[in-house]
Structures are given as C-alpha cells and as structure tokens.
C-alpha cells in the first residue's frame, strides 16, 4: 500500500508508515486539543511537487489561521500560496451550499494538490441542518475525493459517541482522534487511532507535546508479545559499595535488575550512586534517571563523599537525566531513557525512584507493563539496572507495590532504618535470582569516603 | 507529428486529421469522467465517453479513436470483454487500448490484449504519461496491422 507521510515521523511510526496515499481521513478531538497544528504540519511536510489545498469554512477566518500558523518552526511563510494554497469556502457555505463540491472539483483542477484539508468540516456539516441534503452532499464529495488521487483530512470537534453515529464516519478510511487528559493539576495530550482501513496502526494512547515545531509525539511504550531472546552473561559486576559483593557471590550478574527497597534517608540513592560511579571507574558509561535530587543538590551529594562531580558526570562517563516529578510522563521518560541508553552505550542503569514513575502512570497494570518492557529491553542489551523504591515505614516492610512489582526483578536488596538511641541503618539481600547470596542483616554505614557494609550481621 | 503528440492521425491513421487526438473513455463514475476530460484535454486531445461496454465497438470502428480508456467495471460488457472484443476485430486491433481501474488487475488486462494499463484513481501525471507511452510504444511498432 502507498502512503503518505504525517509530516512527523513518530506518527508515521503509529501509523505504520504513514496515511494510506488515497485516503479520506478525520482528525477529531474538542477545541485546543492540536487539530489544526496536526494538519499545517502535515500540508507543510509534504516533500512531493504537488501543493497542500488547505480550505477553511466558518470555524476560524482565514486570516486568524495563517497568523498563528507562523508560530511555527515547520510553516515557512515562503511556501504559502506555493506548496500550501490556502482558500476559503465560507462565503460559499453560507450563499450557496450545493455547489460546494463543483466548488471542489473546481479547485482540484485549478491546484492539482497532493493532499486536501478541510479545516472545520464539523463546521461545514452544521450549516447544512437539513440531513438528506447534507448526507447528498457528502456522497458526491466522498465520490470526488475517491475519484481523484490525493489524501484528505477533515478536522471537525468531533466527540466519541459521534463516531457510530454521524455519516462522515462511515465514509473516513481513517479516524485519528487528539484528546487532553487531566493528570493532576496538569493537562496531558494523548492521539489515539481509532480506525485506519486496510492498515494496521500502533494502538492506544500515545502522549504528545504541542511545540514550536509542531507535535512531539511519543509512541506508546508496548510490552513485546514474546520476551526478546538473549544469551545470560555470566559475568559479575562490583556494587562500588564496600563490602555488599560478598553477599552477593562477587557482585551483580550483568544484564540483571536490582529492586532497592527503603524508606527515606535509608541510603537507596547512595547505592546506586555508588553502582554508578564503580562503572565509570571500570569504563561502563551509566545513566542515572533521577526525578527527586535536581543537578544541584545531586552535585552537592556526591561532593559530600568526596567524589568530583565534573570527574563522573560527562560523555562517556555518567549521563544523568532530571525531570520533575511534577512534570513526569512515563511514555516520554521512557522513550527518552531508551534513547540515551542507545546513543550512550549506557551499560549501567539507575532509576530513582520507582514511586514517582508510578504515580506518572494512567494505571496500575500499565505500570507494570512499563517495568516488565524496561527489564526485557536493558536485559537483552546487557544492561545492568537498579531500581530504587521508597517503603512507606522505615521497617523492613516492601508494601503493596513491592509485593507486585518484585517478581520482575532478579535481586532485591532491602534497607532498614533502626532508631534505638543511635540512627542504624541495615541492608539485606532478600533475592539474587541465579547467585549464592547471604540473606543475614548487615549494618549500612556512610562513611565520608561512601558506603560501607560491615561484615558483622547486625540484631533486628 | 511525433507519436506522442495529441494531435493529428494516430499510428495506424485513426484520429482526425488537423484536429487534436480523439480518446475513446468508457466509465460511469461521474466524478471520474469530469477529471479524466479535464486532464485529458488540457494535455491537449479529444475526449469523448461511451456509457456503457455494449455500446463502445461500433463507436470505435466509426470514430476510429487513438487509444480507448476503459474501466473494467461498466455498465454491460464489461472493460476485458471490451478489450478482446477491440482486439479480435480487423477493424479495431490496432486502436491502443488502456485499461484504466479500480481492481488491482494488470496481469488479467494484458491477457485480454490490453496495451497499458493503469490503477484508479485518477493522478494527471500518471494518467497523462500512460496515454503518452502508448502512443510512443504505438509509433515504434510502425505501421497498423489492419485499418478498415
């Protein structure tokens, strides 16, 4: 099948491959939801010879659309009325409805374009109250645009329940819908496709940002429908925290994951700033994903051992990614995470901290589907990860979302913080999946040099 | 004239002499009528439709078009039975035949005897270069193999 590119390659991807060439599609969704930027980003992608026909009816003057429209990185004021041929239909609507598809049969002729939008075709429809006639109307212009070689959009403020019940549904090959979901006190963009004929398409909700050069979408993160075959690699990795490999058969497995359980101020970021750090010192660049400490105070952390921030953190060494949880996205975290691993070599991964990941996820199970697609991928990449997870006491107790999320993880270390007249703090290995471990309860010290685990088993 | 141009005598004398090219369309999609004439006569021939298959031989033999553009699917005999039916009568043979559909239906439009053929929908570019093709690949073959 021949398609034709959206104009943003994360949406060809959605689409697998972009819209089918000769195709009648809408793009739906309520008022700010990004239609009309979807469409200009479209019009204006085009890299054939043939123009864009961008018509607007009695939604937005035209006059309105094309100054907001040079906002925009993608719209080069130099291809309007060249390569993007804007018209107005709305004098036409309003006078005379019925010649509206001579209307557009006039224009194709005159332009010759490779794609047609319409830009309200809700709009349009509502100036025709009379059913039968719209319904007359909308055949003879489906019956044009099957006729003539071109993909067309119509964007209309189309809801959920009209698609089963308004007549230019039945005619769309495609249906893509753009929606604003609350999440908190924010507001999240989703696209979803909703149909698209003769073609298979990524489904679900994909999140996307509305920016200066145009939409940046971020493709759902999907579990693999069968776990990425890998070879185990039997080789250990020190932990960087004196003392811990020995309870761990001479360190971490490569390509396993670690789950780090503890209440705060337990030490969780401190492991695995230690785990990071001994990469960089054996030449393992890593990645931190961290979504508490911003660069300043993480700075500040790691100087108080006596580390140079500007000696671990650069190039080839330790790459960290900051966001706040405030702002957090998990389709565009992980998306992003994914691409640093690959453009880093990244062969050492912490996230810090699962809580806040979970909190960004629409659900709980999609959350797990998020952990589950994170452990196949870094594991088929040889990529050793840690995870850190707050406990809600300072006991050693997992809670709920540890009970559920562990099964994934290969070893899972426990902190404990005791205050019996002085502040202890302990580390257990509860699981090392493949490995001798030592179950018993060590003390944890910070020291000014780092972590310390002492070989005696400290008293519950 | 050079085979490629829309005016004056076809390969084989069909045509009209001194006027642009005469095509012969057999299709019932108005819409599809309205853009075939457009494009067609502005790149510079003659268009003139025939409703149905049934009707199209004896409009051929006494028009004596360059090229019939048929769809497959038309009222009556359909665009392949129209296609043998040009090609099985001395009178016709030479007259180019493009196939012009909506079915994916290259292989069985040659075995008919089809020239060219072309998918729906209709694309100037494509449509244009198809009739030009014919009419080159027409002028190399030479002489007709029979007129009437």
């Given amino acids: 099948m021949e398609r034709i590119s959206s104009g943003n390659q994360v949406i060809d991807r959605i689409l697998m491959g972009g819209f089918p060439a000769q195709s009648i599609n809408i793009i739906m969704g309520e008022p700010g939801s990004g239609k009309t930027i979807f469409a200009e980003q479209l019009a204006f992608g085009r890299p054939d010879g043939r123009p864009a026909l961008y018509l607007t009816t009695v939604s937005e003057p035209l006059a309105k659309i094309v100054t907001y429209l040079q906002e925009y990185t993608f719209a080069d004021p130099a291809h309007i009325g060249t390569r993007v041929i804007y018209e107005s239909l709305a004098g036409l609507l309003t006078e005379e409805p019925e010649r509206l598809v001579d209307s557009l049969m006039s224009l194709i002729k005159q332009h010759r374009p490779g794609i047609i939008v319409i830009d309200s075709f809700k709009a349009m429809a509502e100036l025709i109250p009379d059913r039968a006639r719209w319904r007359r109307i909308l055949h003879d212009m489906a019956g044009v645009l099957t006729a003539y070689d071109a993909a067309s959009f119509w964007i209309g403020e189309y809801t959920a329940d009209m698609v089963s019940t308004l007549p230019e549904f039945a005619v769309a090959d495609g249906v893509l819908e753009l929606t604003r979901q609350q999440s908190g006190t924010r507001d999240d963009r989703y696209l979803r496709v909703i149909k698209l004929r003769g073609s298979d398409f990524l489904a679900g909700y994909h999140f996307f940002r509305i920016k200066q050069d145009g939409l940046e979408v971020f493709v759902r993160v999907v579990t693999p429908d069968a776990p990425e075959v890998y070879a185990p690699i039997a080789e250990r990795l020190a932990s960087g925290v004196n003392g811990l490999d020995e309870m761990i058969d001479a360190g971490w497995l490569r390509g396993t994951s670690t789950i780090v359980m503890g209440p705060s101020g337990a030490g969780k970021t401190a492991l695995g700033l230690h785990f990071l750090r001994e990469g960089v010192a054996q030449g393992e660049p890593g990645l931190l994903v961290n979504f508490q400490e911003n660069p300043t105070q993480l700075a500040r952390i790691i100087e108080s051992w006596g580390w140079q921030p500007d000696q671990l953190i650069g190039p080839g060494q330790l790459d960290i990614l900051y966001t706040s949880p405030v702002e957090l996205q998990i389709d565009s975290i992980v998306t992003e995470v994914f691409r640093r691993v690959e453009r880093g070599r990244v062969r050492r991964l912490v996230i810090d901290a699962l809580g806040d990941l979970e909190r960004s996820a629409r659900d709980s199970s999609r959350y797990r589907d998020y952990l589950y697609t994170l452990n196949q991928y870094m594991a088929a990449r040889g990529v050793t990860t840690m995870f850190t997870l707050e406990t809600p006491d300072r006991h050693e107790s997992g809670g709920g979302s540890a009970r559920e999320i562990s099964p994934m993880s290969d070893n899972l270390l426990l902190l404990g913080m005791q205050l019996d007249g002085e502040l202890r703090r302990t580390i257990r290995v509860l699981k090392s999946r493949g490995s001798a471990h030592d179950g018993s309860r060590r003390q944890l010290r910070i020291s000014p040099s780092g972590l310390v685990v002492d070989r005696s088993v400290a008293s519950p | ?148």
């Fill in chain 2, 1 to 148: 004239m050079t085979a490629s141009s829309p005016s004056g005598t076809g390969p084989d004398g069909t045509g009209r002499a001194g006027a642009a090219a005469l095509i012969l369309v057999i299709e019932r999609d108005p819409h599809v009528r309205a853009l075939e004439r457009f494009f067609l006569e502005d790149a510079g021939y003659t268009v003139e439709f025939c409703d149905g298959g049934d009707s199209v031989i004896a409009r051929a033999r006494s028009v004596r078009p360059i090229i019939v553009v048929t769809e497959i699917l038309i009222p009556g005999m359909d665009g392949l039975s129209v296609c043998r039916a040009l090609k099985a009568d001395p009178a016709t043979e030479s007259i180019l035949v493009l196939v012009f559909s909506v079915l994916a239906a290259e292989d069985r439009a040659r075995e008919a005897g089809a020239d060219g053929f072309l998918r729906k929908p209709v694309n100037e570019t494509l449509l244009i270069g198809a009739v030009e093709r014919l009419l080159a690949d027409g002028a190399q073959e030479g002489p007709p193999r029979g007129t009437n």
